[in-house]
């Protein structure tokens, strides 16, 4: 195919061919007697082939000459003091620039001078060595010497990059879930399949759980400004040396990605965004690329084992797909999705042969690519962040990536949550948003809240993407949405000062009114649904989102 081709493309090419042929029923009849993913893409794939749909493989090589576009673009946007800006052009043109060359250099020496500019003396001093290690001129290197000694002359205060607080540390840790406390346990019934109940009661506020995903990746959006491996915000990002669109924020995390995954990413990154893959297939690949030296054991995963380990590829292999409530019409282009990758893996990088059985191993890679595209959509959670914007306001949650939380997954739906979530760094801090009493059940929500959707469409979206009925106490009494709540409890009014405090960001008022928010969101619990009741609980996230991740303007 053509260049430009998206994967949904080729889906609706081949939708046309075989309609052109006369094959939608034999295909449909064909496929649905398929009982296995592997099956399913290796149909898929032998169709794409038959019809000549594989796109035409692209990739994106270092070039000095964007590199130097991009450096010019910096140099504009710094003499227009537009810092932010300058800084994202001069990483973009270290990531354009060939190897070892003079337009690396001479990036790492212009960014230099923003870091400089903002007191980010540490990272300046990186980028002047790392300028100096990279052909810059020498009859231009007294520049950057002078920039050193500003950097190294007292007094100078250092710029803090403190992008989130240290989560807490679980004081009572779970002995059957590693990343859990111990007021909370698994539990699994027919009705609602695994949950997670309270074994005590569990005060608004609690950490319940902190968890790191398997597997975690940076939005293509903000490539030059987080760590490809890490997602961590980093302002002297340093480039891989293959491909444009990973950059990390050490040497550690770029050999760590490498071994872990990007080594079989990096020759293809540039189809995988040109095809337009969605955040969840990307993850659904990076998953399987991660759970690549254990495909022989997968047969000998126990689904009830004693220990939950939610750093183990086990526990994300069993989370959840709804294969059996899905039909053609759904498995088919998921399919033909990951026909795709397996071609781009299997044709253009070394992954299939690095297999320690490549014949047995590549029906496993098929089987987990489809797995996970399917267990994605209702089980995998954003990373996000807080984010000043142009006014000095912060967004409470701007997504930057995305994980694979085994344990968060757990967790059930409800229009009117106990918990929340918040990300500090990659890792998920689950806290109680309402008291939870003894044998209650721990209840997310999945992004239809009753103050903000209707039932009907909380309803209807709820069992597109998750396949259940929602049966929650705000969908079984029908609870009107915020506008239309009553006021119910008197005598407690949040101060506009202090919301507008809280819009901009002030940590200080957050830690000095938070006390207060959780003590009247206790005593209110029992009249709600309740305006006030639903306020304050806003207000007690936001206060959470600002110790967690969260990115100022420079």
């Known amino acids: 195919m053509s260049n430009n081709v998206k994967v949904n493309d080729i889906f609706e090419c081949l939708c046309r061919a075989l309609s052109r042929d006369a094959k939608v029923n034999e295909t449909s009849q064909e496929f649905s007697a398929l009982n296995s993913n592997w099956e399913r893409v290796d149909y898929s794939l032998k169709l794409i082939k038959k019809y000549k749909l594989s796109p035409k493989f692209e990739t ?3 070039n000095d000459l964007v ?3 991009y450096r010019v673009q910096g140099n504009t946007e710094f003499n227009e003091t537009n810092y932010q800006l300058a800084l994202m052009f001069y990483t973009k043109s270290i990531a354009f620039a060939t190897n070892n060359s003079k337009a690396l250099g001479l990036a790492y020496a212009n960014r230099s001078v923003v870091l400089l500019r903002k007191d980010f003396y540490a990272q300046c001093l990186k980028d ?16 950057l010497e002078l920039r050193r000694s500003k950097c190294k002359k007292p007094p100078r205060q250092q710029t803090e990059l403190s992008y989130y607080n240290p989560p807490p540390i679980i004081e009572h840790p779970n002995q059957l879930i590693n990343c859990a406390s111990s007021s909370i346990k698994i539990n699994k019934s027919e009705e609602l399949g695994r949950h997670v109940l309270a074994v005590k009661n569990i005060p608004i506020g609690d950490v319940i759980a902190v968890e790191e995903p398997y597997s975690k990746l940076l939005l293509k959006d903000f490539i030059y400004s987080y760590c490809s491996n890490c997602l961590e915000l980093c302002y002297d990002l340093i480039p891989c040396d293959g491909c444009i669109y990973a ?3 050490s040497e550690k995390c770029k050999e760590s990605a490498w071994k872990l995954y990007h080594q079989y990413e990096c020759p293809i990154i540039t189809m995988l965004y040109h095809l337009e893959l969605t955040k969840l297939n990307l993850l659904a690949l990076r998953i399987t690329l991660q759970a690549r030296d254990i495909f022989g054991i997968i047969d000998k995963f126990n689904k009830n084992n004693k220990v939950y380990k939610s750093d183990s590829y086990e526990e994300i292999h069993f989370l959840e797909g709804n294969t059996h409530l899905r039909n053609s019409a759904d498995l088919f282009p998921r399919s033909v999705t ?8 299997e044709n253009h990088t070394d992954f299939i042969k690095d297999l320690k059985q490549p014949e047995n191993d590549e029906k496993t ?4 690519i489809l797995r996970h595209l399917q267990t ?8 996000s962040e807080c984010r000043e914007d142009y006014f000095g306001d912060f967004e409470s949650s701007v997504e930057t990536g995305a994980g694979a939380f085994s344990f968060m997954s757990l967790i059930n739906h409800s229009c009117n949550p106990n918990v929340l979530r918040v990300c500090h760094g990659s890792k998920i801090v689950l806290r109680a948003l309402r008291p939870i009493k003894k044998g209650e059940e721990l209840l997310d929500n999945y992004g239809y809240h009753f103050a903000v959707n209707n039932k009907n469409e909380r309803q209807r979206e709820l069992k597109r993407q998750y396949f259940f009925d929602c049966k929650c106490e705000a969908c079984e009494q029908n609870w009107p949405q915020f506008n239309n709540l009553q006021v119910r409890t008197k005598g407690f009014d949040i101060n506009e000062d202090t919301l507008a405090a809280l819009l901009h960001g002030d940590l200080v008022t957050a830690k000095k009114c938070l006390p207060l928010f959780q003590s009247k969101a206790q005593s209110s619990e029992d009249l709600r649904p309740c305006r006030v009741l639903a306020s304050i609980q806003e207000t007690i996230k936001r206060c959470y989102a600002l110790f967690g991740n969260k990115s100022d303007r420079i």
């Not at 990951?338 to 893996?345: E, S």
């Open 128 to 143: 002047i060595d790392r300028a100096l290690n990279n052909q810059y001129p020498e009859d231009l290197a007294y520049k």
């Open 376 to 383: 994605g959509p209702t089980n995998f959670h954003e990373i």
């Open 60 to 62: 994106n090589k270092k």
């Open 338 to 345: 990951a026909a795709v990758i397996f071609n781009l893996l």
């Open 67 to 69: 590199s130097i576009q």
């Open 365 to 368: 890679v098929k089987e987990l």
């Open 247 to 249: 950059l990390f924020c």
